[in-house]
């Protein structure tokens, strides 16, 4: 027994001395020894060099504390262009910080804005303050994302390319920050690159503040701070440099500057609490993790909430419950905490009901937080049921209340999206853009859904009787000998010159600046980049809604139109070679009304993709073997639609009967 007792005493001052060590995180010695004890428990071992600090959490931990105080707060979103090195800043800052940052999660760091559903909030303790970062979507399709994270943050880290410069995205997610009072800072990325110079780096300084100038910028906001980084080497300067010394190759420099120029949140603690739902995210323990900023009052776990939100007749009150859980993002990392307080952005879970733009508060509140103004959707597409004859063979979930589910489902996570019911279990979904809709596409075949898309089709306005569309701003950079393809092609598409130079630092490269109807730029991409011969970017941002501009030009042939449900043979394909580019390969099914390829000619041909006689050792030369989505959506006509599959994509008619294609056909078109 004295043995025992000997062991647990000596076990319970163990345990004291780790407590000791946690608290005194700066020590030489205890640091090794606690970051070894973390690495073990998550069973990976983290490099010292990447960490100065031993400040970690693990994905199950509980983060005990008072909640920081408003006036220690600093909320900030990274806001940029595409590719112009805001994910890979945000990886940089959490390194910096001393948060575990393992491989899998980095790698959702940097591919996330690729697919750009995503938005990505973290916290970071910056010796007595506290940072909320937000990483933003920088594609325009993307603005609803945008616009959500701009109503909960007071500062903005503004991130451009030193040496493209800013692009037309970067005009659109600035001029939302500007809206919304943000006083954004400037870091210019990118100027290790060779091509960079300090003259460079002041022409885009004068770029920026003209651009400020024009969006409308207040003083205060023209008053920004211009810092110089390389998100990818890891540092960050407030004078120019291309290497800095070796103490100085941190994000120090930039994290300071945010403390400087970002003010607090202006709130008060005093009052009933209140949050406005921001992003909204599901978990298969918790349920619905509901995602926002406070913005008055004091949150704790066990409170008692409701969901409200204000319609037509007043407030309605949405749900009632228990706040069962209270969390906020370290890292890459959920960790608990007991309670939270006004300016602060949390997570939490215990209602089932609310969706994002609803606010919640304590029982006794009835006022909603006013939502935040979204842009109106500018292109729809049509999902349906698949009813060709090849249905069921790929997909798990084929029936139209299938589909409905799942769309209203997205429409709840995502305010940018409108969907509305049609007849015959169809539903039109509403969007910012091709992308969007695109994403959301994929994302439904990955989840084994099958359907049929529509093309996409403008939403047009009437006002004081005339017809407007949205027209968008593209900017384009290619070689000089394909300047004169680019511009006739886009003249076709109603495509109006603005500005048009060489590019900055380029030899033989011109940028061009023009605004186009949205209609003309749906399904561009693709062509240009084969009339550029992949060495042309192109980027585009919705500018505003205009007089329509007219009918476009010839943008696309005709097709080749399958005739009766067969397998492909090679024979028959190599008949057809001279009447176009071919889509499908030998061994393919196809059925009546099918499109198997791109005709020569203006006009479609019903052709017979199998023949009697085959040959053996001959190749039928095709475009590809599936058209891919991004290219089927540009492609498809507005008699044709998109058959997705979990397996396949494939082109067809509308109406699969030759002779009710021929009587449409006879009809006028729009």
């Keep these: 027994m004295l043995q025992l007792g000997m062991i647990q005493l000596g076990m319970l001052q163990l345990g004291m001395r780790l407590r000791c060590c946690v608290r005194c995180r700066g020590s030489r010695i205890t640091g090794p020894l606690i970051r070894s004890l973390c690495s073990a428990a998550a069973g990976k071992s983290l490099s010292s060099s990447n960490y100065r600090k031993p400040y970690l959490f693990s994905r199950a931990s509980a983060f005990t504390r008072p909640f920081s105080s408003p006036t220690r707060l600093r909320n900030v979103a990274v806001i940029a262009h ?131 100038d024009n969006l409308g910028a207040t003083e205060e906001q023209l008053e920004f701070p211009v810092l110089y980084a390389s998100a990818k080497e890891g540092w960050a300067s407030s004078t120019y440099t291309k290497n800095p010394p070796e103490d100085a190759r941190n994000m120090s420099e930039l994290l300071d500057a945010i403390i400087r120029h970002v003010r607090p949140p202006i709130t008060t603690l005093d009052a009933p609490f209140q949050m406005l739902v921001s992003m909204m995210e599901k978990d298969n323990y918790v349920g619905r993790i509901l995602t926002g900023r406070i913005y008055s009052g004091i949150l704790q776990v066990g409170d008692r909430v409701h969901g409200i939100h204000s319609t037509d007749s007043g407030t309605a009150k949405t749900e009632e419950g228990k706040l069962v859980k209270l969390m906020k993002k370290k890292g890459t990392s959920n960790v608990s905490i007991d309670s939270a307080g006004a300016g602060d952005i949390v997570s939490m879970a215990g209602l089932t009901s609310p969706v994002i733009g609803n606010s919640i508060a304590n029982v006794g509140v009835m006022t909603a937080l006013p939502t935040v103004d979204l842009d109106p959707p500018t292109i729809s597409m049509t999902f349906g049921v698949n009813d060709s004859p090849l249905v069921g063979r790929d997909g798990t979930f084929l029936t139209g209340k299938q589909i409905g589910d799942r769309l209203m489902a997205e429409s709840e996570r995502n305010l940018a999206l409108n969907v509305l019911p049609g007849l015959s279990d169809s539903y039109e979904v509403q969007g910012r853009g091709e992308l969007q809709l695109g994403i959301l596409i994929e994302n439904m075949r990955r989840e084994k859904f099958e359907l049929s898309v529509s093309p996409p089709k403008v939403m047009y306005k009437i006002e004081k009787g005339q017809k407007l569309e949205p027209i968008e701003e593209v900017t384009v950079e290619v070689n000089e000998e394909h300047v004169g393809l680019v511009m006739e092609a886009l003249s076709h598409r109603r495509g109006e010159i603005t500005d048009m130079g060489p590019v900055p630092g380029s030899v033989g490269r011109t940028r061009v ?158």
């Design 82 to 212: 595409v590719d112009h090195g805001k994910t890979t800043l945000m990886d940089r800052l959490l390194r910096q910080c001393y948060l575990p940052v393992d491989e899998a999660m980095s790698e959702v760091l940097l591919l996330s804005q690729w697919y750009m559903m995503l938005d990505l909030v973290t916290s970071i303790s910056l010796k007595e303050n506290e940072l909320n970062m937000v990483d933003t979507p920088g594609h325009a399709d993307f603005g609803g994302e945008v616009e959500r994270v701009m109503g909960m943050v007071e500062g903005a880290v503004l991130v451009v390319d030193a040496g493209e410069g800013p692009l037309a995205q970067t005009k659109f997610v600035l001029a939302k920050a500007l809206k919304y009072g943000i006083r954004p800072l400037l870091l210019l990325n990118k100027v290790d690159w060779p091509s960079v110079t300090e003259e460079r780096c002041s022409e885009v300084e004068s770029l920026v503040f003209n651009l400020f």
């Design 513 to 670: 600046c023009l605004t186009c109807p949205s209609r003309g730029l749906v399904g561009y991409r693709s062509v240009f980049n084969s009339d550029t011969r992949g060495s042309g970017f192109m980027h585009r941002a919705f500018l505003s809604y205009e007089k329509y501009r007219g009918p476009l030009g010839n943008v696309r042939k005709g097709v080749l139109v399958s005739m009766g449900y067969v397998t492909i043979t090679a024979y028959a394909l190599m008949s057809l070679e001279p009447r176009g580019i071919l889509f499908v390969k030998p061994g393919m099914e196809a059925y009546d009304g099918m499109i198997i390829g791109e005709h020569s000619r203006d006009t479609d041909l019903d052709v017979n993709p199998v023949r009697s006689k085959e040959l053996n050792n001959i190749r039928a030369a095709s475009k590809d073997e599936n058209m891919s989505l991004e290219e089927a959506i540009g492609y498809v006509a507005s008699d044709e639609l998109i058959e997705v599959t979990p397996n396949a994509i494939r082109l067809r008619k509308r109406y699969l009967d030759v002779n009710k294609r021929k009587t449409i056909s006879k009809r006028p078109m729009d």
